[in-house]
């Protein structure tokens, strides 16, 4: 006699993650939401009341639209020449057949294991004006002045691709289940080229995975604030750096809700854009 399952045991069994999804994630974010509408009087003091000031500072203010916009095209370049990046080796690693294969995938995820923080200073180095890739550049006579990376939004790109890599890679890696080389022999039995072939089997099939990426990879650089920090050298003002002012420097915690609150909802956003994108690339596929 075989044991059913029943309802209420899956629910018990769900207790524990939503106790610690409660204590961890909601509780905190209703704080920041009610903090958001208290009012700031200056020199770290907070009036409990219910305004939208500091709502209206974020949304009136060209600076912080600035700031927003400027953490969104971040998240979006970075996401795209990552998984760009990414993609080539991804697909190599899901069809090679040889026996390297997991040392492999171990040493294209292998930066994961060194703090963000060093490969952050490590990339200050070679980016700097007097570092590793202008020292090579003026040494091959291509330049005579520094090419200007470092406290630059080029230099937060550059070192964010190579700091979220990785993931990109394990997100596309597992994503790209659907990946049968029959098809592509099949195809190429009907007189498809290898451009055909990667156009209408290999890269339909693989656009769940690609999507998992960007949006991963998308999520991580807006909310990133080592590296715009240090690379940008306060030139670069996202979203994470200016919560974290605004919370230990100003003082100014309705402000810093505020802000961390449309951060969330650029969260929010991205994350249904790519659902509905993802839905729609599966029925595609599905129908193909």
């Known amino acids: 006699m075989t044991r059913t399952w029943r309802p209420p045991v899956a629910w018990g069994l769900l207790v524990p993650g939503l106790a610690v999804l409660l204590f961890a994630y909601a509780a905190p974010m209703l704080w920041v939401l009610r903090m958001a509408f208290n009012r700031f009087i200056g020199g770290g003091g907070i009036e409990i009341t219910f305004t939208v000031d500091s709502f209206a500072d974020v949304f009136t203010d060209p600076y912080y639209l600035r700031v927003a916009w400027t953490t969104v095209k971040l998240g979006l370049l970075v996401s795209v020449v990552t998984v760009i990046v990414a993609y080539p080796l991804s697909l190599f690693l899901v069809r090679t057949t040889s026996r390297f294969r997991g040392l492999l995938t171990i040493l294209a995820i292998a930066p994961m294991l060194v703090s963000s923080v060093a490969r952050t200073y490590g990339w200050m180095v070679?980016?700097?004006?007097?570092?590793?890739?202008?020292?090579?550049?003026?040494?091959?006579?291509?330049?005579?002045?520094?090419?200007?990376?470092?406290?630059?939004?080029?230099?937060?790109?550059?070192?964010?691709?190579?700091?979220?890599?990785?993931?990109?890679?394990?997100?596309?890696?597992?994503?790209?289940?659907?990946?049968?080389?029959?098809?592509?022999?099949?195809?190429?039995?009907?007189?498809?080229?290898?451009?055909?072939?990667?156009?209408?089997?290999?890269?339909?099939?693989?656009?769940?995975?690609?999507?998992t990426g960007l949006l991963l990879v998308f999520v991580l650089s807006i909310s990133a604030y080592v590296t715009p920090?240090?690379?940008?050298?306060?030139?670069?003002?996202?979203?994470?750096?200016?919560?974290?002012?605004?919370?230990?420097?100003?003082?100014?915690?309705?402000?810093?809700?505020?802000?961390?609150?449309?951060?969330?909802?650029?969260?929010?956003?991205?994350?249904?854009?790519?659902?509905?994108?993802?839905?729609?690339?599966?029925?595609?596929?599905?129908?193909r």
Not at 137 to 160: C, E, H, R, Y
Not at 175 to 184: H, K, V, W, Y
Not at 241 to 247: M, N, P, V
């Open 126 to 211: 070679v980016l700097g004006n007097q570092g590793l890739l202008n020292s090579v550049l003026k040494g091959l006579g291509l330049t005579d002045t520094p090419v200007q990376l470092a406290n630059q939004f080029s230099g937060v790109v550059i070192a964010l691709v190579q700091i979220f890599l990785p993931y990109a890679v394990l997100a596309m890696t597992s994503g790209f289940g659907r990946l049968d080389d029959t098809l592509e022999q099949a195809a190429a039995s009907l007189g498809a080229g290898r451009i055909t072939r990667f156009l209408r089997v290999t890269l339909p099939l693989t656009l769940p995975g690609v999507l």
């Open 229 to 287: 920090r240090l690379i940008g050298g306060g030139r670069v003002f996202v979203l994470a750096s200016e919560i974290y002012d605004q919370a230990t420097n100003q003082l100014n915690w309705p402000l810093a809700a505020a802000l961390s609150l449309v951060l969330v909802v650029v969260f929010g956003v991205a994350v249904t854009v790519f659902g509905l994108l993802q839905r729609r690339v599966e029925r595609w596929v599905s129908g």
